[in-house]
């Protein structure tokens, strides 16, 4: 029975035909419901077979995603299958790296695929954001330039991408944070746009929000990797992010950061390892808005000097309880402050700390009247008192912000010297003096410190490197007392010596190697130090025995005593102590050329100078067990690259010909005798001309004498004719006096007649006034006086009528006729008050015809006056006719001088000048 039913089923499908049924299935559904279906059955075999899955129904899934965009879960399945498409099981037999760039492949040959996962990014739904992101971070890692340039051509691609920093489900802020990182490293364009969504506000609140740089974990690691993507190396960015008070907030995140660790358990305690990468990764950031050379970083340079960033990182430089990977960043980022920046050099300077040598750094923060010194000599103790080599990278860090502090600054380096030189001079302490390190002798405490000699080296070479001034200061300075009878050496000497010294030794190569550093770069290109060098012969012999020893042990000294042989011997001259033959015969013959050079190859061939780039960076671990191999200063490393091939032709220069100094070419020293002697031979011509320069002299004189003679005859002769025409002008002017008399005679009798008429005239007028007023004011009396009398009849006989009318109204008829009388003869009255009114007024038309008289003898009067001033121009008119005259004969005169001149007589600007002002008057 079993075996019929057994016969009678179907076969059994293998994984790949349901793969391929599944992936046919869902590429011709018409139905959500078949779609989902089918992508569930394919979502379970993506992981043991991501190859069939991939190559059957990919496309499938990509047009199931943007038909069905709209579904919530049938898009998180979909995501699903592809994020296990991009992972699968690496013990699946189908599982390889090529799957990954196929995927990825398949997503950026068409924007339309990644402008769908962007949309995706709109949805509020939580594993679709989420699911959406980490597949965009696949394909980026898979292909990393075609998903830059598909997001960057995607509509509001970027601005979705940073707007999911603002979600506060952390797993898709954190998921979208690492894609913005794993975006941003190379594409500047992506930086830009991304800096403009306003980045740099969000990242600053992110890292609030976790806890700072103390408290915040991975987060504020990852925000500040992104910061720095978007500052590296691009200018607008660094713009906005200066111009916008992000440097300012910067500042306070390191300020909140050191606070926060000394509050929660004293400077003393160790960062944590998170919180130490998170204040490394700050001042890094801030590094990237320093870089030498670049076009913003003096701008950005003086923001964060304005905002203090100076103070906060020494708080973390010269802190005991700091990492010391921090404390080197930040001295790092202080050399980079104030690198090639004349402004901040000259203020840093100034600034002052505590001793961290003197006190601890929890006493530091709590007494504030410890005694304090300048930051240089802070950072001087650093390097030269400590000899741990745990914070060998905080020396090393303290040693480049002292190079930053002067250089490109000739003034400070010369001033860093001469106190240098000062403090040497006084044996005050002389631990923290680089002069006093490199002058002593090395041999007591080195040998556990290397790198105290080395440091003063470095430090020592950088101040005299390319600066001539500073070396002929170092070159007066001398030791020992010759009045005690003591031996008096010079600095060169001195340093020479304790190079010897520590080669019969054998000391640490890294001494030897700062002494060497030294030496070469003081004699380069100086002769006065070489011949200084070679006033102690047997230097040149220990130098030779050195090389010539077969010690495969320290080809580093080796290599660079025979480049220092080269430049003694390239810049030696035939007057130097020993002369440049005797050095070459010494070295041909106590060394051979062939080892010379063999020295200085396997110098350049050895791998802490070949590759000294990738190792500097690497060598930055502090050494618990013993020193790091750094032996070289970058400045020196350049010095000896550029210089490589002319040390090794050094020997091979004719001992005759001498380096010029301004070129790399050489001349015989024959020619330069030869010169000499030519110059002699000038020089005797030159005396036979000055002799010959005085007879001319003593002729020039004679001629003089003769010359002043004739003048003197010449000068007697104009000064007749000067006195005869001084006689005519006298006469002329006289003359001219004369008329201007008469002229002031005539004005004065004119003017006196105006102002008699004038006073006769104005006296009628006011006699005429005075009459004409006194009779209107007569006839006006006599009016109202008339007036007055008529007006008191009036009132009389008012009243009178009144009383006959109420006592005799009997008798009013003849009353009436009497009145009627007596109102005729006032009614008389009246007519003769009309009479003398009317005469008054012809009185005063009568003054009135006397005015305008008087008026018509005014103008008369003017008239006169106007033929005076007729007169008095006539006057005038013969006066300039007597000035053409006087010009005619200055004219004449003129010409006489003139005449005077030609004959060779001398006429003094004092007469000229005299005859002008003449003239003038």
């Not at 991939?54 to 299958?81: C, H, M, N, P, Y």
């Not at 300020?255 to 160790?270: H, I, K, P, R």
């Amino acid at each position: 029975m079993f075996r019929i039913l057994e016969s009678q089923a179907p076969a059994k499908q293998s994984a790949t035909e349901t793969i391929n049924v599944l992936s046919s299935r869902l590429a011709s559904a018409s139905l959500l419901e078949d779609r989902r279906a089918a992508i569930l059955g394919l979502r379970s075999f993506a992981k043991e077979y991501p190859a069939s899955v991939a190559s059957g129904a990919l496309r499938g899934l990509i047009s199931s995603l943007r038909r069905d965009i709209e579904d919530v879960d049938t898009v998180k399945i979909i995501l699903e299958t592809l994020l296990i498409l991009f992972s699968p099981n690496e013990a699946s037999p189908e599982s390889s790296d090529d799957i990954a760039l196929w995927l990825a492949d398949e997503f950026t040959q068409r924007q339309d695929n990644i402008t769908i996962l962007l949309n995706l990014l709109e949805t509020t739904e939580f594993y679709n954001r989420l699911y959406t992101l980490q597949l965009l971070s696949a394909i980026l890692s898979a292909r990393p330039e075609r998903t830059q340039e598909s997001i960057l051509g995607a509509p509001l691609g970027i601005s979705r991408l940073v707007l999911t920093l603002d979600d506060r489900r952390e797993a898709i802020r954190n998921e979208g944070l690492l894609l913005l990182v794993a975006l941003t490293p190379s594409s500047s364009e992506l930086q830009k746009l991304i800096a403009f969504e306003n980045t740099f506000e969000r990242l600053f609140h992110l890292i609030h929000l976790e806890g700072l740089l103390t408290q915040g974990g991975i987060i504020v690691q990852d925000s500040l990797s992104l910061l720095a993507n978007l500052l590296r190396l691009n200018g607008p960015n660094q713009t906005l992010f200066r111009e916008s008070g992000f440097v300012g907030k910067a500042v306070s995140l390191l300020s909140e950061g050191y606070d926060d660790n000394v509050t929660q358990g004293g400077a003393e305690n160790l960062m944590t390892s998170q919180r130490e990468k998170n204040t490394w990764g700050l001042l890094a950031t801030l590094r990237l808005l320093l870089v030498p050379g670049s076009s913003g970083t003096k701008a950005n340079q003086f923001a964060f000097w304005q905002a203090g960033l100076y103070f906060q990182i020494l708080r973390f430089a010269l802190d005991r309880g700091v990492q010391s990977t921090v404390r080197s960043e930040a001295l790092l980022t202080c050399a980079d402050l104030i690198r090639d920046n004349f402004r901040l050099q000259e203020a840093f300077a100034q600034y002052e700390v505590t001793s961290i040598f003197k006190i601890t750094s929890e006493e530091q923060g709590r007494d504030k009247n410890n005694p304090r010194m300048y930051v240089i000599d802070a950072l001087l103790q650093l390097i030269l008192e400590t000899s741990s080599f745990k914070i060998f990278d905080v020396r090393f860090a303290a040693c480049e912000c002292i190079k930053s502090y002067f250089n490109g600054h000739d003034l400070v380096r010369l001033h860093f010297l001469r106190r240098a030189i000062e403090g040497h001079k006084s044996g005050g302490d002389a631990t923290a003096n680089v002069l006093s390190t490199l002058m002593k002798d090395s041999v007591i405490g080195q040998s556990n410190d290397p790198y105290r000699t080395w440091f003063a080296s470095v430090l020592f070479f950088h101040l005299l490197f390319e600066n001539p001034e500073a070396k002929d200061l170092a070159l007066r300075v001398t030791e020992g007392n010759e009045s005690c009878g003591e031996e008096v050496i010079t600095c060169i000497q001195a340093i020479t010596g304790n190079l010897i010294s520590g080669l019969q030794r054998n000391e640490d190569e890294r001494v030897i190697v700062g002494y060497l550093m030294v030496l070469c770069g003081w004699m380069f290109e100086d002769r006065e130090a070489v011949n200084d060098f070679l006033c102690e012969g047997s230097s040149i012999q220990s130098l030779v025995q050195t090389i010539a020893r077969d010690d495969q042990e320290r080809p580093i000294a080796q290599g660079l005593c025979a480049a220092l042989l080269g430049i003694i011997y390239e810049f030696s001259t035939k007057d130097s102590p020993i002369p440049r033959r005797t050095i070459q015969s010494t070295l041909f013959s106590r060394l051979g050329r062939e080892a010379y050079v063999q020295r200085l190859k396997k110098l350049r061939e050895h791998q802490f100078l070949r590759d000294f780039e990738v190792l500097s960076k690497a060598s930055g671990t502090n050494s618990i067990i013993g020193p790091p191999d750094v032996f070289f200063d970058q400045t020196f490393v350049d010095f000896l690259k550029d210089n490589f091939s002319r040390l090794i032709r050094a020997l091979d220069r004719d001992p005759g010909f001498e380096v010029v100094l301004l070129t790399n070419d050489g001349i015989p020293r024959d020619l330069v005798d030869s010169l000499r002697a030519e110059l002699e031979n000038k020089s005797q011509v030159l005396r036979k001309l000055e002799v010959q320069l005085i007879e001319n002299e003593q002729r020039y004189v004679r001629e003089k004498e003769e010359e002043v003679r004739v003048r003197s005859e010449l000068s007697n002769e104009l000064k007749r004719v000067t006195a005869t025409n001084q006689h005519i002008r006298n006469d002329y002017e006289e003359r001219i006096r004369d008329l201007a008399g008469m002229s002031q005679r005539a004005t004065g009798e004119l003017e006196r007649r105006h102002a008699e008429i004038v006073n006769a005239l104005e006296a009628q007028m006011s006699t005429k006034e005075q009459e004409t007023a006194q009779i209107i004011g007569t006839a006006q009396r006599e009016f109202e006086d008339d007036i007055s009398r008529l007006r008191q009849s009036i009132r009389d006989l008012t009243s009178r009528i009144e009383e006959e009318k109420l006592h005799h109204h009997t008798v009013l008829e003849d009353e009436r006729r009497v009145s009627a009388e007596e109102i005729s003869e006032i009614a008389a009255r009246l007519r003769l008050a009309d009479a003398r009114a009317t005469e008054a007024e012809l009185r005063e038309q009568q003054s009135q015809d006397a005015a305008r008289e008087l008026q018509a003898q005014l103008d008369k009067t003017e008239q006169l006056l106007a033929n005076e001033v007729h007169i008095r121009t006539g006057i005038q008119a013969e006066i300039d006719d007597l000035l053409i005259v006087l010009a005619d004969l200055e004219e004449k005169r003129a010409k006489d001088k003139q005449r005077l001149i030609s004959l060779g007589a001398e006429i003094s600007d004092n007469e000229g000048d005299s005859n002008d002002s003449d003239n003038n008057t």
